[in-house]
């Protein structure tokens, strides 16, 4: 199990960016995928979610509204588009795997809680920035 997240750079606030996140040795039809972002000074916090099986999403209060997380079945991805970008998004951006059996996650929806999480994959630098 592998997840990659990619994507990230640095751009101006009100910006966009779309972070993607490419599982491999396991199939997303039936799993739920979670974005985190952390900082050097904070601990790291949970942002999205997504369930693969009905596409339910979950958002943290500072993002709603402005990021949009979403999935391709067919390419094993899922995305996390961000818009209207701050300077308080820069952050690293992970995106891990909801390690919760699939009646959890159907029963509660997906969840951005971290200690739900394993598969970490590799983070990916946002920064926004004048």
């Known amino acids: 199990v592998q997840l990659q997240a990619s994507g990230g750079g640095l751009v101006q606030p009100g910006g966009s960016l779309r972070l993607s996140c490419a599982a491999s040795?396991?199939?997303?039809?039936?799993?739920?995928i979670g974005w985190f972002r952390q900082t050097p000074e904070n601990e790291r916090e949970g942002v999205s979610c997504i369930s693969s099986h009905d596409g339910s999403t979950k958002y943290a209060d500072s993002v709603k509204g402005r990021f949009t997380v979403s999935k391709d079945n067919g390419d094993n991805t899922v995305y996390l588009q961000m818009n209207g970008l701050k300077p308080e998004d820069t952050a690293v951006y992970y995106c891990?795997?909801?390690?919760?059996?699939?009646?959890?996650?159907?029963?509660?929806?997906?969840?951005?809680?971290?200690?739900?999480?394993?598969?970490w994959g590799q983070g990916t630098q946002v920064t926004v920035s004048s």
């Open positions: 040795g396991f199939t997303l039809d039936y799993s739920a």
């Open positions: 891990a795997l909801d390690q919760r059996g699939l009646f959890s996650i159907i029963s509660t929806g997906c969840s951005i809680q971290i200690a739900d999480f394993g598969s």
